[in-house]
């Protein structure tokens, strides 16, 4: 087993990150406490013990938070620009070390090597895009109905944004929100799951090397770590204006109250439960490679994993048959050799989850089309590598309408316009991302329309997962509403302040009201 570990270059890509497994847990940029509990990092891989890491104690939590206002207080001077070059280096580090964090992300969260590389590189575009963006975190300036007045708006930073982020992008989601919170102007604390500490420990050092670097304080970028009694502190501290929650919807419910119970802010980033439909006019081999992927890659682990395939009933054979046939020639194993397409599931639980979800829709009357099962004997020793399974099921199954965080696919009929696969699509509580497979510009168009996909994210001809990082990320309903990443998500990062200015030598007061003294 350890020779599994050791001849795909772990221990190596370990050493290249800095990693010496001691004194792991909170940090505050160069300085690391490790006095709470210890949480074990277990790869999925191969069921070994990785590390060790120390979930953050009440005192270590203080200790950061006071560090984080305190080098809050010297950040937000800065000129954005300058803040902007400090993310610039931090994306060089990145491009520097790509190769052992991706493996990192690969060896401690399952995903393909590929998708770990991917999921760097998520970071790196990112810090790039922010960079551009350090020059341009502009308000309007707008006419005053008053002469002689001038009146404009403007952005200053909140303060300490608080990160909670989910396993499945352990790295790329706390890059979307530091590059662009730390151009703003703000310190970050970031809580990465519990389940995969040890890529959040390589992210903070790596972050932290390039602020010293730049001899700048500690507590710009910290790191807490532990499980939801952690995440607890953060989301009812007064401290933290901003809290970003990445994760399940059950979680993103608790996280909201609290936060909105202090009347603070917070960006919720949930659940999917993405379709994508296919129409009459569908190519079918881009509708196969767009819906295998979207299913299957990350063990069907993304937010925006294709959950649900709507096929219109003239063509539902041939797609259904050109899918399963693709299903046919995956190979599922260890996802560090790159001749595998699916690697495990993050742990025994999701297997569980999995399990759960094929004997539900089987008992509601689905049926399975493709047969899923756990795999055991050699290379699948740690008990989380399944098959990827297809049953045909009907909208309405409550299992269909719930998220499983695993390789299941549901597929399903419509029949008539696209209006009917659209009102599947949207008859679900999730609105995260959704597809449609087309040719035809009228369907296109009715899909993208106000009485069309309901989603945060809507494609056409490209599967549901996959985003760019310079459009806004994130969904609508129970998927939170909270936008990421590109376009202008940084202003949720901010606070906007509205300047009015007389240099006259009268007051004249707006609506026309007269106070004369
Ligand atoms: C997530 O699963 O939380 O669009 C994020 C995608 C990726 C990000 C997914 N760029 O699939």
Redesign the pocket.
């Known amino acids: 087993m350890q020779a599994t570990t050791t001849s795909f270059g772990i221990e190596e890509a370990l050493e290249q990150l800095g990693i010496n497994k001691t004194n792991l847990g909170t940090s505050t940029g160069s300085e690391w406490f490790s006095n709470g509990e210890e949480i074990s990092s277990v790869s999925p891989v191969d069921g070994q013990l990785i590390a060790k890491v120390s979930t953050t104690s009440k005192e270590d939590y203080e200790k950061v938070m006071a560090s984080a206002t305190s080098a809050f207080k010297d950040w937000r001077v800065k000129p954005a620009p300058q803040r902007g070059e400090i993310v610039r280096q931090f994306g060089e580090e990145l491009r520097r070390l790509k190769e052992p964090l991706g493996k990192l992300v690969s060896y401690e969260m399952g995903k393909s090597y590929q998708e770990g590389l991917g999921e760097v590189q ?1 970071m790196i575009d990112i810090c790039d895009f922010a960079v551009g963006l350090s020059r341009q975190l502009h308000g309007l300036t707008m006419h005053s109905e008053r002469p002689g007045h001038r009146m404009y708006e403007q952005y200053h930073p909140l303060g300490v944004v608080g990160i909670i982020s ?1 396993f ?2 352990p790295v ?2 706390w890059a979307w929100n530091t590059a662009l919170a730390w151009v703003c102007g703000d310190v970050c604390v970031w809580k990465p799951s519990e389940k995969t500490p040890l890529t959040g420990v390589a992210c903070q050092k790596i972050a932290a090397k390039v602020f010293a670097d730049n001899d700048l304080p500690e507590g710009i970028s910290c790191l807490i770590n532990g499980d939801y009694k952690v995440g607890e502190m953060m989301t009812n501290d007064k401290r933290v204006p901003l809290i970003s929650a ?1 994760g399940s919807i059950r979680m993103g419910k608790i996280v909201a109250q609290a936060v909105a119970a202090r009347l603070g802010k917070s960006l919720l ?1 949930l659940g ?1 439960n993405n379709a994508i439909i296919v129409t009459p006019d569908a190519d079918i081999k881009m509708t196969v490679i767009g819906a295998v992927f979207g299913a299957v890659g ?1 063990a069907g ?5 294709t959950r649900r395939l709507i096929i219109h009933e003239s063509i539902y054979d041939k797609v259904k048959d050109a899918v399963v046939a693709a299903y046919n020639q995956l190979r599922i194993g260890n996802p560090l050799d790159e001749n595998n397409h699916v690697g495990p599931l993050i742990d025994k639980d999701a297997v569980k989850n999995y399990q759960n979800a094929l004997e539900k829709v089987v008992e509601e009357g689905g049926k399975i089309i493709v047969e899923g099962g756990v795999l055991e004997g050699e290379g699948y020793e740690s008990g989380c590598y399944v098959k990827p399974a297809i049953a045909e099921a009907e909208n309405s199954y409550e299992i269909v309408q719930h998220e499983t965080f695993g390789p299941v696919l549901y597929m399903m009929k419509y029949s008539g316009n696209v209006e009917n696969a659209l009102e599947l699509q949207n008859g679900v509580v999730q609105g995260l ?1 959704s597809a449609i497979m087309t040719n035809n510009l009228r369907e296109a168009e009715r899909f993208l329309s106000v009485q069309g996909s309901d989603c945060g ?1 809507a494609n056409v001809n490209i599967g ?6 310079g459009g806004a ?1 994130g969904g609508e309903k129970e998927t939170g509403g909270g936008r990421e990443s590109g376009s202008d998500a940084w202003k949720i990062y901010m606070r906007r302040q509205t300047n009015t200015i007389n240099y006259t030598t009268e007051l004249p007061l707006a609506q026309g009201i007269k106070f004369d003294l």
């Open positions: 998520e989910a499945n992008f790329a989601v990445t980033e999917g990350t682990q993304r937010c925006t994993s991302s994210i549901t997962s996959g985003a760019e990082i990320f």
